[in-house]
């Protein structure tokens, strides 16, 4: 089966500008996940949709990120206005319902905040 | 809250055995997840813990003692393509299937 797929790969933008990621899960997984790596961490979970509603958001800054999940199959996540600190890979993962079912992950979007 | 402590690095010879190590301090979770990344690469699964006690998947066995706060990543007969990082990750109470990971252990296999 296929992968989940992101886009772009890699994105660089000045400070203050606006970008938007892609996120395109396993068909048929319910929960959707998106996590900020920053170079030498773990991933941190940003938001989780099951189908198109948001499970946890806790940890989203929700002052300058957005993400939405429409139809509850891909989804996008926004950062408007960018900041220096959002440098990071942003990561998108997707898994089937039920506790401890495995999180499989999207290659990834470099994001470079200059 | 969550917190969960890995070695920053490990290097071993290839043929060998390795063991990394995860301590924990948490209220409370679920399971204990590992998780293998190359670089420039995504997290992909390698095993999950549920109840204590040893867990083995091919070359990989993954340990986990909640008595104790720790678990553990064996890997076995160690080839250059394991080397990567290596992440730990806990399944909080209360939610659904979100994962709290690590800090992550860069493991360099050298000939």
């Known amino acids: 089966e296929a992968g989940v797929a992101q886009s772009p790969r890699y994105k660089i933008i000045e400070k203050r500008q606006s970008v938007a990621f892609w996120c395109n899960p396993i068909s048929g997984h319910a929960t959707l996940y998106w996590y900020q790596q920053i170079l030498g961490q773990g991933p941190k979970l940003l938001i989780q949709f099951q189908n198109n509603g948001v499970v946890d958001d806790s940890q989203l800054p929700k002052d300058r990120f957005s993400a939405e999940r429409l139809k509850g199959v891909d989804s996008t996540l926004k950062i408007q206005p960018a900041k220096l600190e959002d440098s990071a890979v942003y990561l998108c993962a997707s898994s089937r319902e039920g506790g401890g079912s495995p999180q499989y992950f999207g290659p990834g979007t470099r994001l470079t905040v200059t | 809250g969550q917190s969960l402590e890995q070695p920053s690095e490990v290097t071993a010879v290839e043929g060998a055995i390795v063991q990394i190590n995860c301590t924990y301090q948490t209220s409370g979770f679920y399971g204990l997840s590992w998780y293998q990344q190359h670089d420039g690469g995504a997290p992909t699964f390698l095993s999950y813990?549920?109840?204590?006690g040893l867990e083995e998947t091919g070359r990989f066995s993954s340990f986990l003692s909640r008595s104790d706060s720790y678990g553990y990543l064996l890997l076995q007969e160690l080839q250059m393509k394991d080397s990567a990082s290596y992440f730990c990750a806990v399944r909080p109470p209360g939610a659904t299937n979100k994962l709290i990971f690590g800090t992550g252990t860069l493991l360099a296999v050298q000939p």
């Open positions: 813990n549920a109840l204590d």
